[in-house]
């Protein structure tokens, strides 16, 4: 009973503290291992090994399905996990390895250099002896890789400097795997030098940036764990090297006019990227001038070079973002042996290890957006715009303390009959994507408007899923620079210049809708001022349509305005600004429903193609379709009528109820423009024109809108009837 009850206890006792060995990075991807090589037997874990060398790795989910670490493929290997071994004749790795002091494990986990070392430097008394140790243990091949300068010192004064040199890789306790925590730092036995542990979200574990290949091998008087380099002492920050070092002393002068210098003799754990001399030669002079010159500026770029964690090179397998201390991104990732920085190979030199942090030398600079002009902030896509503002002498105009916001379009906008326009005609243009403000995209809301430095008005339309300006809408990739924003669209402006009818009449493909618009009188609502889509059917639309037939519909003015006013939607909804592929349902001035949605960039309009869309007026926008609309679940009552719609549409089955009647929709949707009349002095006509306008005179009520408009935002109000 009482073993039973022993046997209970510790098993209870020990569960949690499993579930937090459990829970520790390196353990996580152990047991992953473990369960892809469950069909090899027991205790065997999966690995994967670098093709072309000696590199092994228990991956991640991410490595093992892509079949490649840092770009090169691997090939998986069967090996019994750490703390088991084989034996004769059985599958798997059904024994456990044999427990001995840390000087016998060295020999089972295949460190025969450092088992040998430690014979020859007097060291193995110590480690067969009394105590409980944690030996970071090169591999044989970690000393194979060792400076041979290094090497031949260590091995011509193995009683002071080899013996030294092992103690620097031990700790006075034992520490597995659970017990490194990232960040933490460990005192080696070697004249308390500073050990720093990383633990990874991948699973790696780093001492000094070494990596623990095999770990968690237990013995009588503490733990070995193997890594893939030997270890050199630790004394400086990051400050202290970069003062000393000659190939840094462009990044040194950087970092002291921006003040930053400072923060690199701090505790933390830091990542420089630093750039050599020869990275700041190559930058444009004008360029690095600028940027010193401005404290700002030279801050943002030193920072964007720092992280505020710890990344030694051999744990990272993969690509990822790292915010730095600037704010912004970079993308760290690798390419076989070469780290790479935002996608380029460009670290000459890694893992300098420090006290604070982990230096990596790189041969180019890093300038984040925050320290570019505007004008820089122009990516591979956009550099039809900027090479035009160079051109048209736009560009020299932006000045480095002003504030801007540049509307930059795509390449693929500009076709080449926009590119062979009057040079003055392509800078009015070009204009009219320049804000004198800077505007962030946080900052645009519906119906606000910006003004151009060449005085245009430009509206700004709020979607679900985008933001357009005007006729445009933004894609992916706006930027803030040193003096401005710049905001990606995927076509060119064309500010509106007309109001709905104007464009409408100046348009002879709509001439047979414009006529029936007049005689629904329904002139006004398109000709004042007002936010709406309007969807308009070409005359192609009405070719079966007879005189009589239209005599007929224009004598029904209730049943013309319904099915003109089903065509009306109240706000100004852009194709480019819908969902792609989701339905959108508008509501019509007429109390129908339109289904919109787009389909490879074509606006689909209750399933009909726009033959045309996005344009722009100035009270709205314009959609052309060649079919009349028609809600479907509007019934016909009149004979005449229905034959004369069977005519025009017929892509629907319309209803018919006999002596049903279309609905009166009065005039009472939009708000007419006041028309003021002019009065002179004396005469009784006069003041009976005075008596009539006062006593018609609408209530009005103030609506104030904001325009941005030199850095200010300006009040306007107009009047407006309720």
């Not at 209970?8 to 060995?21: L, M, R, V």
């Not at 400086?236 to 990044?251: G, Y």
């Not at 389909?599 to 100035?618: C, F, I, P, Q, W």
């Not at 949707?669 to 002179?680: A, G, L, N, V």
């Amino acid at each position: 009973m009482k073993i039973f009850f022993l046997f209970t206890f510790s098993t209870f006792f020990w569960s949690p503290f499993e579930q937090a060995a459990a829970s520790v990075h390196y353990d996580k991807i152990l047991t992953h291992s473990r369960i892809r090589a469950r069909d090899q037997g027991q205790n065997v874990c999966a690995l994967q090994q670098v093709m072309g060398t000696k590199k092994k790795y228990f991956s991640t989910c991410r490595n093992w399905y892509q079949g490649a670490i840092c770009g090169k493929k691997a090939t998986v290997l069967y090996e019994c996990c750490p703390g088991y071994m084989k034996m004769d004749g059985m599958r798997g790795c059904p024994a456990v390895a044999p427990i001995d002091h840390v000087y016998g494990t060295l020999g089972i986990v295949g460190a025969t250099s450092t088992q040998q070392y430690s014979d020859i430097s007097k060291l193995r008394e110590e480690l067969e002896g009394r105590g409980s140790f944690t030996f970071f243990a090169p591999s044989s091949e970690a000393w194979e890789q060792l400076d041979s300068e290094i090497h031949r010192n260590l091995i011509d004064n193995v009683n002071i400097e080899l013996y030294n040199a092992l103690h620097h890789h031990m700790v006075n306790k034992r520490m597995l795997t659970k017990d490194l925590k990232n960040g933490m730092t460990l005192v080696s036995m070697y004249n308390d030098q500073k050990l720093l542990i990383n633990h990874y979200p991948n699973g790696v574990v780093t001492v000094n940036c070494a990596r623990v290949i095999y770990g968690n091998q237990i013995a009588t008087n503490g733990v070995v764990h193997v890594i893939d380099r030997v270890l050199t002492a630790v004394g400086n920050t990051i400050q202290d090297f970069i003062e000393v070092e000659d190939d840094l002393s462009s990044l040194r002068a950087a970092a002291i006019t921006s003040d930053v210098l400072d923060i690199l003799g701090k505790p933390g754990h830091y990542t420089l990227f630093a750039p050599t001399n020869e990275a700041f030669e190559r930058l444009p002079r004008g360029l690095l001038e600028r940027i010193m010159g401005d404290k700002v500026a030279s801050e943002a770029l030193v920072k964007f070079h720092i992280l505020n964690t710890l990344q030694c090179s051999e744990a990272i397998t993969g690509g990822a973002a790292y915010e730095t201390l600037e704010g912004n991104t970079v993308e760290v990732g690798c390419d076989g042996e070469s780290l790479t920085v935002n996608g380029v190979k460009m670290v000459k030199r890694k893992d300098i290890v420090t006290s604070n942090g982990v230096i990596h030398l790189i041969d180019e600079v890093l300038i984040p957006d925050s320290a570019k002009q505007v004008i820089e902030l122009g990516g591979a896509q956009q550099t039809t715009f900027t090479d035009l503002m160079i051109q048209l002498g736009l560009a020299s105009s932006l000045r480095p303390e002003g504030q801007y916001t540049l509307l930059v379009p795509l390449n693929g906008a500009f076709s080449d009959d926009t590119l062979r326009m009057d040079q003055r005609r392509l800078k009015t243009i070009l204009q009219n994507h320049i804000i004198n403000v800077k505007v962030g995209l946080n900052e645009l809301y519906n119906g606000q408007e910006l003004e151009t430095i060449g005085g245009k008005l430009l509206r700004v339309f709020l979607y679900r899923t985008a933001v357009c300006i005007e006729n445009s809408c933004m894609v992916r990739g706006s930027k803030e620079g040193r003096n401005g924003f710049i905001h990606i669209l995927r076509q060119i402006i064309n500010p509106a210049e007309k109001t709905l009818h104007e464009m409408l009449r100046n348009d002879k493909r709509f001439s047979v809708f414009l006529s029936l618009v007049k005689a629904a009188d329904l002139d006004d609502v398109l000709s004042q001022p007002g936010k709406w889509t309007l969807f308009v059917p070409t005359n192609d639309a009405f070719k079966s349509l007879t005189d009589d037939d239209k005599d007929i519909l224009i004598r029904d003015k209730n049943a013309l305005r319904n099915i003109l006013l089903y065509h009306l939607t109240q706000g100004v909804f852009i194709g480019s600004g819908f969902e792609p592929g989701v339905t959108n349902i508008l509501k019509t001035i007429q109390g129908g429903k339109l289904y919109l949605k787009t389909v490879n960039d074509t606006l689909l309009v209750n399933e009909l193609k726009s033959r045309e869309s996005d344009l722009m007026a100035t009270n709205g926008v314009i959609h052309v379709i060649d079919k009349l609309l028609y809600p479907a679940d509007l019934p016909v009552g009149n004979d005449q009528l229905l034959t004369i719609l069977k005519k025009l549409i017929k892509y629907i089955q319309i209803k018919f109820v006999r002596g049903s009647a279309f609905k009166e929709i009065p005039l009472t949707f939009y708000s007419p423009e006041i028309k003021y009349t002019r009065i002179t002095a004396g005469g009784s006509d006069n003041e009976e024109k005075l008596k009539k306008l006062l006593e018609d005179a609408p209530v009005r009520k103030e609506q104030p809108t904001r325009r941005t408009q030199g850095g200010t935002a300006r009040r306007r109000t107009r009047l407006a009837y309720p």
